[in-house]
């Protein structure tokens, strides 16, 4: 194991418990874990389940990984100073055991898709998330912990035979534990949302057309009081042949 290359490795679990029929939903089971060496040594788990009953999707889950430095023991060297001239008069070396450690977790997260295949595919989604962080000398980091919340939806429609049209947008809130002496807490907030349009031409020439919107706001972060916000607009275009 010494001469492995750094990097996390992950393994997964499918179980397919039924397949659907009658009436009844297909029922899945997807398993990821992962453990592994970065920078930190992490080790982590996402269960979650699926139940298809074909028009409506239903998928929810929960991910929990735990991080960890790999070198306990931490040297710090300090200049020693005369107290009464100033002057260095060496250093000195303390030996610490190093207490970082982190635990970010998604309690819950789920999606409720609508396919109505060709006409009509359409979904809203949701997390909500934590993360603690503990500091080299084992107290709590308020700007390192924090708490996330997720919400969007999509929706793609098909008019024509070979025209979709679709667009979908996410918000998210992070908090986190360092307050001000407003009480304000570090806060952050994302919106982006964007537009599509989808055309195959003599069924070999797609052409898709993308626009889309972001704008982020950061906001009273390690104590502070000063706000920062950042919009951004983007189109691309993309055409596939296929031949």
């Known amino acids: 194991m010494f001469y492995r ?6 393994i997964a679990l499918h179980l397919h418990f039924f397949e659907g029929d ?16 970065d920078s930190f040594d992490r080790i982590g788990a ?12 239903i998928k929810v ?8 430095p790999r070198d306990t023991q931490v040297q710090t060297v300090l200049p020693m100073t005369d107290p009464v001239t100033g002057l260095p008069i060496g250093d000195i070396t303390y030996v610490h055991t190093r207490k970082e450690k982190f635990y970010d977790r998604c309690l ?5 898709q609508l396919v109505l295949f060709p006409w009509l595919e359409a979904g809203v989604q949701g997390a909500y998330c934590l993360s603690d962080h503990t500091t080299q000398m084992g107290g709590d980091d308020l700007d390192g912990s924090y708490t996330q919340t997720t919400m969007g939806g999509f929706a793609n429609v098909s008019p024509l035979p070979d025209l979709v049209i679709g667009g979908g947008v996410d918000v998210a809130d992070w908090k986190n534990l360092h307050h001000n002496d407003l009480n304000q807490f570090g806060h ?7 537009g599509a349009i989808q055309y195959l031409i003599h069924h ?5 057309l993308v626009a889309a919107y972001d704008k982020g706001k950061k906001e009273d972060l390690e104590g ?3 706000e920062v916000t950042n919009t951004m607009m983007s189109a691309r275009v993309r055409l596939m042949y296929l031949f």
Not at 5 to 10: F, I, K, R, V, Y
Not at 46 to 57: E, Q, S
């Open 5 to 10: 290359p750094n990097g996390t490795g992950n």
């Open 22 to 37: 009658k009436g009844l939903p297909a029922i899945r089971l997807e398993l990821l874990g992962q453990y592994g060496y």
């Open 46 to 57: 996402r269960p979650a389940l699926i139940v298809d009953f074909g028009v409506i999707k």
């Open 61 to 68: 889950g929960t991910e929990h990984r735990w991080t960890r």
């Open 108 to 112: 819950v997260a789920g999606t409720v």
């Open 188 to 194: 952050q907030t994302n919106f982006a949302a964007f």
């Open 204 to 208: 070999q020439l797609y052409l898709k």
């Open 224 to 226: 502070g009081t000063t």
